[in-house]
């Protein structure tokens, strides 16, 4: 069995489990905290779209409570806690929510620029540093204007 035959498996059992517990009436939301403990099981990206996907579709009062909580502590690496509190900053500020306290942590701002795609390019970066929300700037993250955008 190859590799991707296996990924491609397992992101399948992830939505039937999702689906019977829908039909079951025992799905939840996927709050912001409990995004490493699916990347443990996923990938982190996979995680993240995740927990976009169902913030977007929430009602006012569930996307408040889904930013509420710090992530738990997992195997992320600084990097990926410091996009999370980004995220929460940055989907607050723009749901005109309180910003969670969590997210300010001075934990969460990478000591060292981290940009999009590893770009190396002087005119790549100044781009990224241009085109990057505030709220992953203020953090070191340049990861360009689309970051928490979904299809």
Known sequence: MNLQYRQ???Y???FIRLLYN???GEIKMLKI???PSIAEQHDFIFALCT???EFYHSDIEEKKSLLVD???K???DKRQYCILAAAAHKLANEYNFSIPEWSMKKKYIMPYPVYAFNAQDTEDRELLKITSLDEFKMRNLFLGSK???RV
């Open 74 to 76: 997992g195997t992320l």
């Open 147 to 149: 970051i928490l955008k």
């Open 22 to 24: 829908i039909f079951r």
């Open 70 to 72: 710090e992530p738990q």
């Open 8 to 10: 491609t498996n397992k």
């Open 51 to 53: 927990f976009l996907d």
């Open 33 to 35: 905290k409990e995004i």
């Open 12 to 14: 399948l059992d992830f």
